[in-house]
């Protein structure tokens, strides 16, 4: 019991810490748009994601987030690349209508037009290194590396290690270990 | 707490929580220069992704995705809206769906209904509090004076006008709402929020924190004194009310599960002319548990236990326990095909002994009564086409009273497009007896002038029709149809050859049409608009052999219109302007006026973590009718209590 007391007693000394140096703030976070955190989420991914050589443009040529479908970002996907680059690679948004129409490009944000076509995309992109993104999937659907899943009013990641890992991705443990990890599905 | 500007938030507030997590954390962050106007987006930039995830984004809606394939008339109110238009009590919060008729009748009663049939008795509404049902069973509706949520920890109120699905169950007959509180882990650090004006003075506390890292709780406590409402003449109508409310809830998410423990207890009283003084106290405790199964598929067990009691000393007292259980699972079949199934049991013991006298001649016989309430349910969700879902259920209870009814539904939606999608849907409600229906007898002396009878429970076949559209995520309209066919309608009659007593039968049909709509519209990133409006129409009549007492007036007091409009608007990075207006028509029988409510509401944030605001309500006319005068069938309630102007002042600290 008086173990118990003492810690609540510390936490509650922690929260008062927090109260004086104004951290009310701390406690309900100032809500943002939901598609600038996912913009966002895209420009964290491109620094904790290892892709192998191979997949990586030339020099200085381009590190591509591309969109395909009817883009929801507005524009947050470009305001966020904006004067960014990854590894001498600036940052640069690409806007695809199909998959064929896909040439240099690390990260593919599959919008939710497109997502019902999943499966035919996903075998499309099966030999390249590309980390496929989408919204939360419909019950059902798997395979893409990384959903942003929406739960009540804050953006999660779900991550699929296994399409990461076929597709020779390394993801950084800083995304994996806040995330929720998916395993295999029979 | 925040005024949750969508678009542009203060680079002082990112300025104070970079300098908190330096000081807390040890973690080297770079300062937001005094001089920066940097855009949020660069902000957004430099958190950790931990902290992107604990970032709260707005929308409308809490799951775009999910409310657009919602095959039902359904409206989210979501906790910016209660924040913002300031609403502290629970009708207020309703005031803000335009699918639910509110009308204040005293001062701490209030008489909600949806697409029709209102009265303070009005029965045809479901209301949850997180799965605890708050329905009393003595007139099957609801005691809004005994139901209380803080504001700040209100998730969203799910409103469906229109029988629910299966899943709701009886009571569900016009509609459903469905208040959900955030989680514990939501409602961090302390909150302290007080207020005084002319008709109320509130405060509350409340404190969220952590055992562990795997546990949240919260505890609150809450005080108001609600002043008194008007005659017709403008006199004090004697029926201000006070209550005190406390509780807690704690969250417990291991992995795969989410533990809840939840409970409340309240006392108040509310002055009555004549005296005697009313007073209410309860108790409740809910267990709530969810379970992932893994592959989409769920399971939620709930089990609660309930306490309430209500006195008028020396004339009547109302004392229910209710102890609930509920199991619900949900898996899927292959990719297209979702089922959920389960099933509930309810009992209830209701003691309701009256002291019979010269001016109190109503009671019930047998005092107490125990009401058994059981029910299993299925409902199967298919998508027949990648666009197209066919939802089919039923649901077999168990009522007290009367046995087992069939409640069977089928609802079909079709997503046009990515931002459009109509529904339409076909269902069978019941509207179950209550004691009010069979257990009331008024004597007086030797004369038994109502005795109990054998009410049916009340039946309803729906069809309705809707289209949703949802442009972006801040801009959405939506448009219902229904035309309701209603039997067995409570009517009063006399016993055979027209002699007393009377008692309540089910001699009254008829059909109810109309159309209810209501769209937002986000004029600029700091301005954004919200209407609504509903339309209803009524053809009630008798059947052979009814006695026809008190004519079709007695189903219920409805206005034939409701409109509303909305505008939330954000200045200065700090300031909330805040103004509604609705214009409600006139009810027909207790007569009252349309007439046109406006209330509007100044909020300044003083820091991130203190807001002032003054609110007006009511402000156009010094006093109103709402729900018609005094002369008025047992049922409906009215009084002829009229609604006067108030303004209040308040402070909020914390979130």
């Known amino acids: 019991m008086g173990l118990l007391r003492s810690v609540t007693a510390r936490r509650l000394w922690h929260g008062l810490a927090l109260l004086l140096l104004g951290s009310g703030a701390l406690a309900a976070p100032t809500p943002v748009s939901e598609y600038q955190v996912k913009a966002v989420y895209l420009f964290n991914f491109a620094q904790f994601v290892e892709w192998p050589a191979a997949a990586l443009p030339g020099d200085s040529a381009p590190f591509v987030i591309g969109v395909l479908g009817k883009d929801p970002f507005g524009t947050a996907l470009e305001d966020v690349v904006r004067s960014e680059a990854v590894n001498q690679h600036p940052l640069a948004i690409a806007h695809y209508r199909s998959v064929a129409e896909i040439r240099n490009c690390q990260i593919l944000f599959i919008t939710a037009s497109e997502v019902a076509h999943l499966d035919g995309i996903l075998t499309a992109l099966k030999d390249r290194s590309i980390l496929t993104v989408a919204d939360a999937l419909e019950p059902g659907q798997h395979g893409v590396m990384i959903e942003l899943v929406r739960q009540e009013s804050r953006i999660r990641l779900r991550i699929d290690l296994q399409a990461a890992k076929a597709a020779d991705l390394t993801i950084s443990s800083k995304l994996l270990r806040p995330a929720e990890i998916v395993g295999p599905r029979s | 707490m925040y005024l949750g500007h969508p678009a542009r938030s203060s680079a002082r507030r990112w300025q104070a929580s970079l300098i908190c997590l330096m000081l807390t954390l040890f973690v080297g962050q770079p300062a937001v220069g005094a001089g920066d106007t940097i855009a949020s987006t660069g902000d957004l930039k430099r958190l950790s992704v931990e902290e992107l995830m604990n970032l709260e984004v707005t929308s409308v809606t809490k799951e775009p995705q999910k409310l657009l394939q919602a095959a039902a008339a359904i409206y989210v109110i979501t906790r910016d809206q209660i924040l913002r238009s300031g609403a502290r009590s629970v009708p207020d919060m309703l005031r803000l769906a ?485 214009q409600v028509g006139s009810l027909p029988d207790p007569a009252s006026p349309a007439y046109t409510g406006l209330d509007a509401r100044l909020a300044w944030d003083l820091s991130p973590s203190l807001q002032v605001s003054l609110q007006g309500q009511n402000l156009i006319h010094s006093q109103h009718l709402e729900f018609g005068t005094a002369v008025a069938p047992l049922q409906l309630g009215a009084t002829g209590v009229e609604t006067g102007r108030s303004v209040f002042g308040r402070v909020t600290w914390g979130y």
């Open chain 2, 98 to 582: 335009p699918n639910l008729q509110v009308a204040q009748i005293t001062s701490s009663t209030f008489a909600v209904s949806a697409r029709g049939f209102n009265g303070t008795a009005a029965s045809k509404l479901l209301v949850l509090i997180d799965g605890r049902s708050v329905y009393t069973p003595y007139h099957s509706g609801v005691s809004w004076d005994v139901q209380d949520v803080l504001p700040e920890d209100v998730e969203r109120i799910e409103v469906i006008s229109g029988p629910g699905a299966t899943l709701w169950g009886a009571n569900a007959v016009n509609g459903v709402i469905n208040i959900v509180t955030r989680k514990s882990s939501d409602t961090q650090g302390p909150m302290v929020d007080a207020g005084a004006g002319n008709l109320e003075q509130r405060g509350s506390v409340q404190y969220g924190g952590q055992l562990g890292a795997a546990v949240h709780y919260r505890a609150y406590a809450d005080s108001f004194h609600y002043g008194h409402n008007l005659t017709a003449d403008g006199m004090n109508a004697q029926d201000d009310w006070r209550k005190t409310q406390g509780g807690f809830r704690m969250d417990w998410a291991p992995p795969g599960d989410l533990i809840t423990l939840q409970g409340d207890f309240y006392g108040g009283s509310e002055t009555k002319s004549p005296p005697p003084d009313q007073s209410a106290s309860g108790q409740n405790l809910v267990a709530r548990w969810n379970h992932d199964l893994g592959r989409d598929s769920g399971l939620q067990v709930q089990a609660y236990v309930d306490h309430l009691l209500f006195s008028l000393p020396g004339i009547a007292t109302d004392e229910l326990y209710t102890y609930d259980l509920d199991v619900q699972h949900s898996f899927y079949i292959g990719k297209r095909q979702n089922i959920v199934w389960g099933g509930g049991y309810r009992l209830q013991y209701d003691d309701f002994p009256t002291v019979l006298s010269a001016t109190q001649l109503l009671t019930f016989i047998p005092k107490d009564r125990k009401l058994a309430l059981g029910n299993i349910f299925v409902q199967d969700t298919v998508a027949i086409m990648p666009t197209v879902k066919l939802i089919l259920g039923i649901k077999a209870e168990d009522e007290p009273y009367t046995g087992w009814q069939e409640l069977p539904n089928a609802r079909l939606s079709w997503g046009l497009s990515d931002e459009q999608m109509v529904w339409a849907a076909v269902s069978r409600a019941v509207r179950a007896a209550s004691r009010l229906d069979r257990d009331l007898y008024e004597i007086l002396g030797p004369l038994v002038v109502i005795r109990g009878g054998d009410f049916q429970p009340e039946k309803l076949t729906a069809y309705e029709l809707g289209y949703r559209a949802q442009t972006t995520t801040d801009t959405s309209v939506s448009v219902s149809t229904f035309y309701n066919v209603y039997d067995a309608l409570r009517t009063a009659e006399y016993s055979p050859g027209g002699q007393l007593p009377a008692m309540f039968a089910n001699l009254m049909e008829g059909e109810t049409y109309g159309v209810e709509a209501w769209g937002t519209y986000q004029v600029r990133d700091w301005w954004r608009l919200d209407a609504g409006a509903s339309w209803l129409r009524k053809n009630l009549r008798f059947k052979p052999g009814s006695a026809q007492i008190a004519g079709t007036a007695i189903a219920g007091d409805d206005p034939s219109y409701q409109a509303s409009l909305s505008s939330t608007m954000f200045f200065a990075r700090q300031g909330l302007f805040y103004l509604g207006l609705r």
